[in-house]
């Protein structure tokens, strides 16, 4: 579900042998050609085909539902068209745990149509998508990309989640006969080939999301949401324990910009499964009818994997803040002439050229609302692809000096910035950018006097 969206930002499988060769043919390529082409327009290219190889060969498997959590079954023993449900039909919420996959890592939900009398057992997932379509993650990234509802059966929908240990939850729901036959009758429109696409939003409009907007289309406002206003969440927040992984983790706030810290309302935590759960068991009406009543809960599928909970992530940020401490300690003046510091700024300033990249692309060519405007962009910039070559050359130590300085004041109102609480940062995030201003102070302050004692 969500987790596409994750499995698309992470860079892939380092340990590869293959993928490494590929990237050293590339940099051979780029020693021959470079003298023809535009040093810019080169390092773009061997960008995508970084990151377009290391997906490819390392999340295929996890990013796809195209495969999806439940795929299309091709034998259902009749066509899919509207009946006239009987009095003892059910139409019930299907929740399903996270998975290991990065696609399955926020859970599922799905549309259990049950009639006996008709012989109806058709589940309607709307979480469907083909990621061997080979534009699939350069529309992803933008936010245009489609997914669709899909039909399974009750068994060919259980099997994989007992597989893989993920429990299945069953809330059937309170509705009146004729709301059970217009929800129907919008899921067999939905399900024609005209309108079985929509755009997907991971936020907005996604698998839970879209299945709540037609539940509470059809009770026309008869249930109401809980009023509850204890628990408050951010976006970020609601997030944060689903991503158990640091690197993970960091990587998806390294995207997230400050519009993923507003608070959500009670409808809209309803884009995770499990809040979708926990509202529909507190919602009700007026005279306190249940949507979804204890009695009509089940457990259709029972798993013994933890739940999701919010984590420190220590390990992570104890790395990150061990090569903090590296860089800090190398960055003296005892040790500013070292030749192996080209090498370090080269590194430093090369991937954070590569990570200021893809977040510009997230914020100007994205149509995800929760990527835009992201301050991260003012320590994490593109043009410092660019400078991570120029930083190879004393003779342009005058430039690297302003560069640095200006970047450095950047970073420094991104420190502000984070501490008055206009974004979010988590720990390692800030160390990370620390690495890069540490760096930007030693080109701006230590070098240029380093040079006049040289020469003197």
């Not at 796809?64 to 919420?93: G, H, M, R, V």
């Not at 991260?376 to 400078?387: Q, R």
């Amino acid at each position: 579900m969500l987790g596409s969206f994750y499995a698309v930002f992470l860079l892939g499988t380092f340990k590869d042998r293959e993928f490494w060769r590929i990237v050293k043919f590339m940099i051979f390529v780029k020693s021959i050609i470079m003298k023809k082409i535009d040093r810019i327009r080169f390092y773009f290219v061997l960008l995508l085909v970084f990151t377009g190889i290391s997906t490819l060969s390392g999340y295929s498997s996890n990013i796809t539902e195209a495969n999806p959590d439940i795929p299309d079954n091709k034998s259902l023993p009749f066509i899919i068209q509207e009946i006239q449900l009987s009095e003892n039909s059910e139409i019930s919420l299907l929740t399903c745990g996270p998975g290991d996959a990065m696609y399955s890592k926020f859970g599922h939900s799905a549309l259990w149509v049950m009639d006996p009398e008709n012989r109806i057992d058709l589940i309607f997932n709307y979480g469907t998508f083909d990621f061997s379509d080979s534009n699939f993650y350069y529309l992803f990234l933008r936010g245009i990309a489609n997914y669709r509802l899909s039909i399974t059966n009750f068994q060919g929908f259980v099997e994989e989640y007992e597989t893989e240990n993920r429990f299945v939850k069953k809330q059937i729901l309170n509705l009146t006969s004729l709301e059970k036959q217009n929800l129907y009758r919008i899921l067999i429109d939905n399900y024609q080939p005209e309108n079985r696409y929509y755009r997907y939003d991971f936020l907005f409009l996604n698998c839970s999301s879209i299945i709540r907007d037609r539940i509470f289309d059809v009770t026309n406002g008869r249930f109401t949401l809980s009023q509850d206003s204890a628990k408050t969440f951010t976006f970020r927040e609601l997030l944060e324990p689903y991503l158990e992984q640091g690197w993970v983790y960091l990587g998806i706030n390294l995207l997230l910009s400050h519009k993923a810290d507003r608070e959500a309302s009670n409808w809209e935590t309803m884009f995770l499964p499990d809040h979708m759960y926990e509202q529909f068991s507190l919602a009700k009406t007026n005279n306190s009818i249940q949507l979804a009543p204890d009695r009509n809960v089940s457990t259709m599928v029972l798993s013994t994997r933890e739940a999701p909970k919010k984590r420190k992530h220590t390990l992570t940020t104890l790395l990150v803040f061990l090569v903090f401490a590296l860089i800090l300690i190398i960055s003296n003046k005892r040790l500013a002439d070292k030749s192996w510091h080209k090498g370090i700024d080269f590194a430093i300033f090369f991937s954070t050229g590569l990570i200021g990249i893809l977040v510009a692309f997230m914020w100007f060519f994205s149509k995800h609302e929760v990527v835009h405007q992201n301050l991260n962009l003012m320590w994490a910039f593109p043009l410092h692809l660019i400078f991570a070559f120029i930083v190879l050359f004393p003779r342009l130590r005058l430039f690297q000096q302003w560069y640095a300085r200006i970047f450095l004041a950047l970073g420094i109102l991104f420190y502000i910035l984070a501490i008055l609480g206009v974004q979010v940062v988590p720990t390692g995030v800030l160390l990370i950018a620390s690495i890069v201003l540490i760096r930007l102070y030693r080109i701006s302050f230590i070098l240029p006097v380093t040079d006049k004692i040289k020469t003197e």
